[in-house]
């Protein structure tokens, strides 16, 4: 009769020990789905932060071409109308020699101008032009590759 007693205890101590364990097997259960939903959660902002990051800076990026874009369209006007001895009194093309002297001219005077009379127009070949076209364009990517870096360089010190 003690030895059942024993026998029971033991198996009462045998049965309480594998649901401890088997307690324990489901709170590090737990514990690990909770980990992996925060880190989850932690991922789906950093994309979110990454996504309005990547907005803003294409945002920045179309603008900074958009008037490069207005400006060598300014400039390709002008080039076609001095090749082709526009008459600079019309009103049109004077406005325009007009706004794109302001952007040729820190370059006049680099090279000289070149200039044919024909019988009724007079064409020119202005290499500060072409000079201004490609400085611009220079301008307007290095301006935005250091938009690049500086918002690579925030999101790696954030992180």
Known sequence: MNENKIQENTN????LQENNTQQRVQEHELQQRTIQEG????????NKNMIKKDQTN??????IYYILGVIEVLFAFRFIFK????NP????VDLLYS????????FAGIFRTAKTTGIETQAVLEPSLIIAMIVYAAIAWGIVKLIEISTNRKESETL
């Open 99 to 106: 706004l794109t002297n302001l952007f040729i001219a820190p």
């Open 58 to 63: 294409k945002k920045g990026r179309r603008i």
């Open 83 to 86: 090749v082709l001895g526009a």
């Open 12 to 15: 009462k101590d045998i049965n």
């Open 89 to 92: 009194e019309s009103p049109f």
């Open 39 to 46: 880190e989850i959660r932690q991922g789906k902002e950093a």
